[in-house]
C-alpha cells in the first residue's frame, strides 16, 4: 500500500462539483492544501470555493490528464464517475482514492449486492432483471411489495419504482427503460441508520456513531446522531460498516445505511464510498469531521477522532423551500442563535434538489432536532 505522506500546502483534487466536493474543497484548506475541482459544469458548488477547476467530464482523457499535472492526490464526491478514468490517472502515479475497484463495485447495484453476498454481509432478498423471464421470477420469489432499481447511477430515489401488484410490473419495468435492474424485497423496517467509516492508508479506521436517518419522498429529510438504538445495535452496525470497508480495502471514507428490523436485525441498504448527507452534521459535532477524514485518509495523514463532542441533528433544506420565494434566513437565525445554515451556493431551486442544510448541536440528539425542524418551518413563514 502507497504510505507516502502528501503533506498540506500540496495540490489535491476532487473530481464533481456538486455539495461534497465543496465541502471536500472547505475541508482542505482548513488543512493548508491547494484543492481544486474537475467539474463537468464551470458554474457548481464546488467551483466557488475551489483553487482551481478543470471543467469537463470524469471520462474525458483531456480532462484528466490535466488534473494528473495539477494535483498530486484525487479523491471523488460521488460512486458515478468512471472507474476507468480513476484507473487511467492511478497508472500515471496520482494517488487516488478511494481506489477505482471501490468505485467500480459500489456505482453497480448487482456488483455491489453481489460483493456484500460474497462477504456474508446481510441485505435484502434480490435478483438481477436483465429480461421479462428473470422479472417475472424475481415477482414469483421475492414476492410483493417489491423495488426495482436501476442497476446503474440511482441517487436520492432516482431510478426506482415500487411494485405492488404483479400485473404492475411490466410497466414499472418499462419506466426505467428495461436497463438491467435489482429487484429488491420490500424491508418492513423500523428505522433506517447509518454508519460513516473511514479507513486510512495504513489500514487504521474509525467509525462514527450510526446516524437516525428520515426520509420524504425517497429523499434524506433529517439525521440525528447518535441513533437512538441502544449500545448492542450501535456496536453492531460500526463493525458492520467497519468490515465492509475492510474487505474493499478502501482507502478513503465509506459510508453504510442500513435498515433496522423491529425485531432489532441490521440489513444493509447500500454503500456510498464517500461522505454521506448523514454525516453532515459531523462538520459541527464531531472531533473531526467527515470530509477532513476524506482528505486525510487521502494524503496518507492519520485519521482524527470520530467522537461526538455534542449530540446534534441536521435537516435537508430542498428546492421546494423556494415555492414561495426566497426562504426567511434571518428569521430562522433569530429564532435560535444554536442553528447553524449551510447553502451550498447553487442558482435554481429545484424541487427536491438540495441546496443547503441546517444543523443543530444540543446534550439531547431529539431536542437538536425539534429545534432543526423548528428553524427550517420558520424558513417557510410556518410557527413551526
Ligand atoms: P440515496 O441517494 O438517498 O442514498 P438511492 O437512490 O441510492 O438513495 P436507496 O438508498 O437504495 O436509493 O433507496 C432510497 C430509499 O428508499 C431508502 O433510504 C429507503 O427509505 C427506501 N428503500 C429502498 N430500498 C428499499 C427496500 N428494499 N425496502 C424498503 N424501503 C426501501
Ligand atoms: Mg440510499
Redesign the pocket.
Known amino acids: 500500500m502507497n504510505m507516502r505522506v502528501i503533506e498540506p500546502k500540496s495540490s489535491i483534487a476532487v473530481i464533481g462539483g456538486g455539495q461534497l466536493g465543496r465541502m471536500f474543497i472547505q475541508a482542505a484548506h482548513r488543512l493548508g492544501y491547494d484543492a481544486g475541482t474537475l467539474s463537468p459544469t464551470a458554474d457548481a458548488p464546488a467551483t466557488h470555493v475551489a483553487s482551481w477547476v478543470v471543467v469537463g467530464p470524469s471520462d474525458r482523457q483531456s480532462s484528466l490528464a490535466e488534473i494528473a499535472r495539477k494535483a498530486k492526490a484525487v479523491s471523488v464526491e460521488f460512486e458515478n464517475v468512471s472507474a476507468a478514468g480513476l484507473r487511467w490517472l492511478a497508472r500515471r502515479g496520482v494517488v487516488v482514492r478511494p481506489g477505482w475497484r471501490t468505485l467500480w463495485i459500489s456505482q453497480n ?1 448487482l456488483r455491489e449486492k453481489t460483493f456484500l453476498a460474497e462477504h456474508g454481509v446481510p441485505t ?1 432478498p434480490w435478483r438481477q432483471v436483465h429480461n421479462q423471464a428473470e422479472l417475472d421470477l424475481a415477482v414469483r420469489e421475492l414476492g410483493l411489495p ?2 426495482l ?1 436501476t442497476a446503474d447511477s ?7 419504482v415500487r411494485i405492488d401488484a404483479g400485473n404492475q410490473a411490466k410497466a414499472a419495468w418499462e419506466s426505467l427503460q428495461q436497463a438491467p435492474c435489482v429487484a ?6 423500523a428505522a ?1 441508520i447509518s454508519v460513516v467509516t473511514a479507513r486510512g492508508a495504513d489500514g487504521k479506521s474509525v467509525a462514527y456513531p450510526p446516524a437516525l ?1 428520515r ?1 420524504r419522498n ?3 429529510d433529517s439525521t440525528m446522531m447518535p441513533a437512538p438504538v441502544g449500545p448492542i445495535v450501535c456496536q453492531e452496525a460500526q463493525q458492520l460498516a467497519l468490515g465492509i470497508a475492510q474487505s474493499l480495502e478502501n482507502v478513503g471514507v465509506l459510508t453504510v ?1 442500513f ?1 433496522l428490523t423491529s425485531s432489532g436485525d441490521l440489513i444493509v ?2 454503500l ?1 464510498p464517500r461522505p ?2 448523514s454525516g453532515h452534521l459531523t462538520i459541527e459535532s464531531a472531533v473531526t469531521d467527515q470530509f477532513e477524514q476524506q482528505v486525510r485518509a487521502l494524503c496518507g495523514l492519520p485519521l482524527g477522532g470520530s467522537t461526538l463532542v455534542q449530540p446534534a441533528a441536521m435537516v435537508n433544506l430542498l428546492g421546494d423551500l423556494w415555492s414561495n420565494g426566497e426562504p426567511r434566513w434571518a428569521d430562522a437565525l433569530a429564532l435560535d442563535p444554536g442553528v447553524r445554515l449551510h447553502l451550498y451556493g447553487k442558482q435554481t431551486a429545484v424541487p427536491g434538489r438540495k441546496m443547503g442544510h441546517l444543523t443543530v448541536l444540543d446534550p439531547i440528539a431529539e431536542t437538536a432536532l425539534d429545534r432543526a425542524t423548528a428553524a427550517r418551518a420558520v424558513l417557510l413563514g410556518r410557527k413551526s
Not at 440511482?154 to 426506482?160: L, P, T
Not at 429488491?184 to 423496517?189: A, I, K, R
Open positions: 447495484r435484502a417489491l423495488i432499481k440511482g441517487y436520492d430515489g432516482k431510478g426506482q429488491e424485497g420490500f424491508v418492513e423496517f433506517e436517518n426520509h425517497h429523499i434524506l445505511e435498515f441498504n447500500e456510498a454521506h448527507n
